[in-house]
């Protein structure tokens, strides 16, 4: 008897960015010939009582790894939308996302960014979907059996997703 060898083809890999000072999470997805694979998720926290260069550095280190790692062919963040009563959280979301533009630019990875009511539409169908129909979604697509361990973990993963569900090729 011969064996019989399966050839799964990877044809794109994106990690997903929820920045945030306190916390940024982030998720690796690969699109396969059958779906989407999740390969890491988690999320960075960061002391707020910690200096900024030094919070700012570990977002860095942390994600710079997990590039290296995985090697993805696109880094997906979701579009600012800024609210005008939290001007400060606006200004250190900018800083976060500045670091992963440099940390992008520096790895040769290009950043695609997508809107809130594109990835509910592309998880779920519909752009009004809210946060337990997107986690379900996640789940189920990725077959991903425990619950997530993060909410900044899930909407990465999310991201992820998003912006392969561009890739025509890929449909889960």
Known sequence: MGWLFLHLRVAMKAIGIDPGLAMT????VEALDYGGRACE??????RSNSPLSFRLKTIY?????????????FLVLEEVFVLKQ????AIQLGEVRGVIYLMAQE????????????????????????KEQIKRAIRQILRIEKP??????????????TGLSRN?????
Do not use: Q
Not at 41 to 46: D, E, F, K, L
């Open 25 to 28: 999470g982030f998720g690796v």
């Open 41 to 46: 998720w988690g999320a960075i926290r960061t």
């Open 61 to 73: 280190d942390s994600l710079k790894e997990v590039l290296e790692k995985w090697k993805p062919d």
């Open 86 to 89: 939290y001007p400060k959280a």
């Open 107 to 130: 790895e040769g990875i290009p950043v695609v960014e997508v809107r809130p009511t594109e990835v509910k539409y592309a998880l779920t169908g519909s752009g009004r979907a809210d």
């Open 148 to 161: 997530l361990s993060s909410s900044h973990a899930g909407d990465a993963l999310a991201l992820a997703l």
């Open 168 to 172: 025509r090729n890929f449909r889960w």
